[in-house]
C-alpha cells in the first residue's frame, strides 16, 4: 500500500531540490569565471539529484505541493541558467537565439499549465518534455567539455553540434506538442467575455 502524501515540506526530495538549487547557482556563477571543469562537475552532481528526489518522494509517499511547484522551477533555473550562462563564452556553440527559445519554451509550458490546471484539468509533465531535459543537459555538459581545453577533439566537437541541435529542435517541436495538448484539454473551458478584448499596453 502506497504511504499517504506527507504534508511537511520539510523531507528528503526538498532537501535534494534545495541542494540542486545552490548547485545551480554555483553552475551559473563558475561558466562566466572559465571554471569549466567544476561547473561540469557540479552540474552533473545537480542533474542527478534530479532523478533522486522524484524516485524518493514516488517511492516513500513524500509528494507534497511545495515539491511539486519547486522542483521543476529549479530544474528551469539549471537549464535556462546554464544556456544563458553560455551565450557570453567565446568557443560556446550556444547562441542567443538558442538562449531565447529555451527560456521562451519554459515561460510558455509553465504558463499553458498554471491556465490547466487552474480550471482543474491535468497537465502532468509528459516522456517529450523528459527527454528534452535530457538532450538539453547533454547538450550543457558537451558543450563545457569543449571548453575545458580548446580546442576540442574532432568528435567531441561534432557530437556537441549534434547534441545541441537537436535539443533546440525537441525543445521546439515539445512547446508546440504542450500548446497542442493545452488547446485540446481547454477546448471544453468556456471563454471569458473580457479575454477577447485587448489590452491596455
Not at 79 to 101: D, N, Q, R
Not at 103 to 113: A, C, D, K, N
Not at 148 to 159: K, R, V
Request: charge should be neutral; include cysteine; proline fraction near 5%.
Amino acid at each position: 500500500m502506497r504511504a499517504p502524501e506527507s504534508r511537511s515540506i520539510f523531507n528528503v526530495p526538498n532537501v535534494l531540490t534545495s541542494i540542486r538549487f545552490c548547485l545551480a547557482i554555483a553552475v551559473m556563477a563558475l561558466i562566466p569565471t572559465g571554471h569549466y571543469l567544476l561547473a561540469t562537475i557540479i552540474f552533473l552532481v545537480a542533474a542527478s539529484t534530479d532523478w533522486m528526489d522524484g524516485y524518493w518522494a514516488r517511492k516513500y509517499g513524500q509528494v507534497t505541493k511545495f515539491g511539486r511547484i519547486f522542483d521543476p522551477f529549479v530544474d528551469k533555473i539549471i537549464i535556462c541558467g546554464s544556456f544563458i550562462a553560455l551565450v557570453g563564452i567565446e568557443g560556446s556553440l550556444i547562441a542567443s537565439w538558442m538562449a531565447t527559445i529555451v527560456v521562451g519554451r519554459e515561460l510558455l509550458v509553465t504558463s499553458l499549465r498554471g491556465m490547466v490546471e487552474g480550471s482543474g484539468k491535468d497537465f502532468s509533465a509528459s516522456w517529450l518534455g523528459k527527454w528534452k531535459m535530457v538532450l538539453q543537459c547533454a547538450a550543457i555538459v558537451s558543450t563545457l567539455l569543449c571548453l575545458i581545453s580548446p580546442p576540442p577533439a574532432t568528435w567531441l566537437w561534432i557530437t556537441t553540434n549534434v547534441l545541441v541541435w537537436s535539443a533546440i529542435l525537441l525543445t521546439v517541436y515539445s512547446g508546440y506538442d504542450y500548446t497542442v495538448t493545452a488547446a485540446r484539454l481547454m477546448q471544453t473551458q468556456p471563454d471569458d467575455p473580457d479575454a477577447s478584448e485587448p489590452a491596455s499596453e
